[in-house]
T-cell receptor, first 113, second 109 residues
Framework: DSGVTQTPKHLITATGQRVTLRCSPR?????VYWYQQSLDQGLQFLIQ???????AKGNILERFSAQQFPDLHSELNLSSLELGDSALYFC????????????FGSGTRLTVV | QQQVKQSPQSLIVQKGGIPIINCAYE??????FPWYQQFPGKGPALLIA?????SEKKEGRFTISFNKSAKQFSLHIMDSQPGDSATYFC????????FGTGTRLQVFP
């Protein structure tokens, strides 16, 4: 157990729907990162939050949004889902703003049908 | 310039062999170079990492070699075991981790 908790582990939903993925960072970590992993694109950085504030943005679609709450857990919202959004979504956390290594959760496997 | 290029895409070795995975980068602002190991159905786990002021780092059977002038770094796995069969990712960090495309390693008994 890495200490980073992601729920749910699996999610199957239909195109056009909206889902929310949840992440609880490791105790003491202030930064949360979201990554998307698909077969043909590896691990793609989506977005980072540090202590509640958005810190960095990567290749995140406009249909996707995220936030970090005062208790430091984070949620990734995916809307108007398309078949191509099917992927593993990982959350990672780190104690600082990100100049070292991250601890990853076990991921949420999203399948859009 | 934010890319990290990783090769090979896949690697097959026999038990006891020394697989080598290579990565290259362009951005000289990168200042932290970790390697992650990922098993099927699991998240990536930090294996070993190096900073650019060091040319080599060993942790157990895993060694990172770092060539700052060539902007390349590599992972060597000594005395590889079937349990090392996994996907390995190199990465580089300034303010966020940028990952290579991954190398699927299979170690046969």
């Amino acid at each position: 157990d890495s200490g980073v908790t992601q729920t749910p582990k699996h999610l199957i939903t239909a195109t056009g729907q909206r889902v929310t993925l949840r992440c609880s960072p490791r105790s003491g970590d202030l930064s949360v990162y979201w990554y998307q992993q698909s077969l043909d694109q590896g691990l793609q950085f989506l977005i980072q939050y540090y202590n509640g504030e958005e810190r960095a943005k990567g290749n995140i679609l406009e249909r996707f949004s995220a936030q970090q709450f005062p208790d430091l857990h984070s949620e990734l919202n995916l809307s108007s889902l398309e078949l191509g959004d099917s992927a593993l979504y990982f959350c990672a956390s780190s104690v600082d703003a990100g100049r070292g290594g991250y601890t990853f959760g076990s991921g949420t496997r999203l399948t859009v049908v | 310039q934010q890319q990290v290029k990783q090769s090979p895409q896949s690697l097959i070795v026999q038990k006891g062999g020394i697989p080598i995975i290579n990565c290259a980068y362009e951005n000289t602002a990168f200042d932290y170079f970790p390697w992650y190991q990922q098993f099927p159905g699991k998240g990536p786990a930090l294996l070993i990492a190096i900073r650019p002021d060091v040319s080599e780092k060993k942790e157990g059977r895993f060694t990172i070699s770092f060539n700052k002038s060539a902007k390349q770094f590599s992972l060597h796995i000594m005395d590889s075991q079937p349990g090392d069969s996994a996907t390995y990712f190199c990465a580089a960090n300034t303010d966020k981790l940028i990952f290579g495309t991954g190398t699927r390693l299979q170690v046969f008994p």
